[in-house]
């Protein structure tokens, strides 16, 4: 199985900041990653797909980059909904698997 | 606008077959080029994707649970299903099923419905 780790686990921040979650892959995943965001009692919600292409509907704040192995989301702006825990996925083969999450607190 | 809601059971023994269903709205499991998944997510922990079936009914499964899982189609009430055999304290989590792009990513999932094994 492909091993997604994130960093930080967590991250305190306040609204405005930019806030940047960054996720490693055991191996290369030719772009097929994925990114969401999950608040509490809540399915998770696809932000990104493709590493940078933004989903229908998401705000502009959000974006995805990276290539290979390492991947980032940013958040430009935190927005008060923004506060929620963010988990990437990845694709490239089977089983499909989810990183550990990141947790966007207030500071 | 797509939409996906699970049933089945909240609580189980040790032993016994989980089966929950999804239920489709907003679209058919049996037409365009989707596949319909479970995954499931323990309290506190990551998300661990179960399994998927096209909408032709041709499945994929999680090796760690390929012998214990069947994913199925029902396309007469537009529903697709997952049977969880000999479940221990350790299938405990929070079932969702979705929609799954065929390029991988997961665009639209149901609510979720928690499960606990306990004896």
């Known amino acids: 199985d492909i091993q997604m780790t994130q960093s930080p686990s967590s991250v305190s921040a306040s609204v405005g900041d930019r806030v940047t979650i960054t996720c490693r892959a055991s191996?290369?995943?030719?772009?097929?990653l994925a990114w969401y965001q999950q608040k509490p009692g809540k399915a998770p919600k696809v932000l990104i797909y493709?590493?940078?292409s933004l989903q229908s509907g998401v705000p502009s704040r959000f974006s995805g980059s990276g290539s290979g192995t390492d991947f980032t989301l940013t958040i430009s702006s935190l927005q008060p909904e923004d506060f929620a825990t963010y988990y990437c996925?990845?694709?490239?083969?089977?089983?499909?698997?989810f990183g550990g999450g990141t947790k966007v607190d207030v500071k | 606008q797509v939409q996906l809601q699970e049933s089945g059971p909240g609580l189980m023994k040790p032993s016994q077959t989980l089966s929950l269903t999804c239920t489709v709205s907003?679209?058919?499991?049996?037409?365009?080029?989707?596949?319909w998944s479970w995954i499931r997510q323990p309290a506190g922990k990551r998300l661990e994707w179960i399994g998927r079936?096209?909408?032709?009914?041709?499945?994929d499964y999680n090796p760690s649970l390929k012998s214990r899982v069947t994913i199925s189609l029902e396309t007469s009430k537009n529903q697709f299903s997952l049977k969880l055999n000999s479940v221990t304290a350790a299938d405990t989590a929070v079932y969702y099923c979705?929609?799954?792009?065929?390029?991988?990513?997961?665009?639209?999932w149901g609510q979720g419905t928690r499960v606990t094994v306990s004896s």
């Open positions: 079936s096209y909408t032709s009914g041709s499945t």
């Open positions: 979705a929609r799954e792009t065929n390029y991988g990513h997961i665009a639209y």
């Open positions: 996925q990845q694709s490239d083969s089977f089983p499909l698997t």
């Open positions: 907003g679209g058919s499991v049996s037409s365009g080029n989707y596949y």
């Open positions: 191996q290369g995943l030719n772009s097929r």
């Open positions: 493709g590493a940078s």
